[in-house]
Nanobody, 115 residues
Framework: QVQLVESGGGLVQPGGSLKLSCASSGSSFSVIVMGWYRQAPEKQRELVADINRYGRTNYADSVKGRFIISRDNTKNTVYLEMNSLNPEDTAVYYC?????????WGQGTQVTVSP
């Protein structure tokens, strides 16, 4: 069973930055893709960004140019650097890891962008 531990959420003013981290307990060799999703109140969960084992990244149009996803395979950790945050980025952010054995979700971390 893979466990994901997220950190880095919080309250930030518009225009500010936050960096999320997600550490996976599983073997890095089994990981295919690591990514972040978010869910705002009364909205569906949506993909924010993901990165495969070769470093290829994929971003939602709404965060391109502002967010950067990266991973450290030695630590089996994925990061999401969020810049130029605006109130529309307010949501619970969930780490997602796809491995050869299945798909796993973190518990979620709240990001609130407010003056």
């Amino acid at each position: 069973q893979v466990q994901l531990v997220e950190s880095g959420g919080g309250l930030v003013q518009p225009g500010g930055s936050l960096k999320l981290s997600c550490a996976s307990s599983g073997s890095s060799f089994s990981v295919i893709v690591m990514g972040w999703y978010r869910q705002a109140p009364e909205k569906q969960r949506e993909l924010v960004a993901d990165i495969n084992r070769y470093g290829r990244t994929n971003y939602a149009d709404s965060v391109k140019g502002r967010f950067i996803i990266s991973r450290d395979n030695t630590k089996n950790t994925v990061y999401l650097e969020m810049n130029s945050l605006n109130p529309e980025d307010t949501a619970v952010y969930y780490c997602n890891v796809r491995t050869v054995f299945g798909v796993y979700w973190g518990q979620g971390t709240q990001v609130t962008v407010s003056p």
